[in-house]
């Protein structure tokens, strides 16, 4: 059975850093696409980062500010979040395994979510 688990959220200041990870068991996500996503209530799910075979992608909300990658050998997804301002108030989702890395809709396996908050 698969699972992703996400952690690493909080409550920051605008300006401050934060890394989100996801662990996943149950297979590994190598030849195909994971991502974050996030949702604010009252507003549609969006599309933050993805990485997958040779590519990374990154919303225009978010590049050249947050970073994906991933750790192999401990089958963990990361987001490091820098120079966090307060719209990126949200709950962070990760995804795993889409043959469309820009979609929620069509990613197989969810986490939880974390919540992080960007606050002065």
């Known amino acids: 059975q698969v699972h992703l688990v996400e952690s690493g959220g909080g409550l920051v200041q605008p300006g401050d850093s934060l890394r989100l990870s996801c662990e996943a068991s149950g297979r590994t996500f190598d030849t195909t696409f994971m991502a974050w996503f996030r949702h604010t209530p009252g507003k549609e799910r969006e599309f933050v980062a993805t990485?997958?075979?040779?590519?990374?992608y990154y919303s225009d909300a978010v590049k050249d500010r947050f970073s994906i990658y991933k750790d192999a050998a401990k089958n963990t997804l990361y987001l490091q979040m820098n120079s966090l301002k307060p719209e990126d108030t949200a709950v962070y989702y990760c995804?795993?395994?889409?043959?469309?890395?820009?979609?929620?809709?069509?990613?197989?396996?969810w986490g939880q979510g974390t919540q992080v908050t960007v606050s002065s």
């Open positions: 995804a795993a395994e889409s043959q469309n890395p820009y979609l929620d809709t069509q990613y197989t396996y």
């Open positions: 990485i997958g075979p040779s590519i990374r």
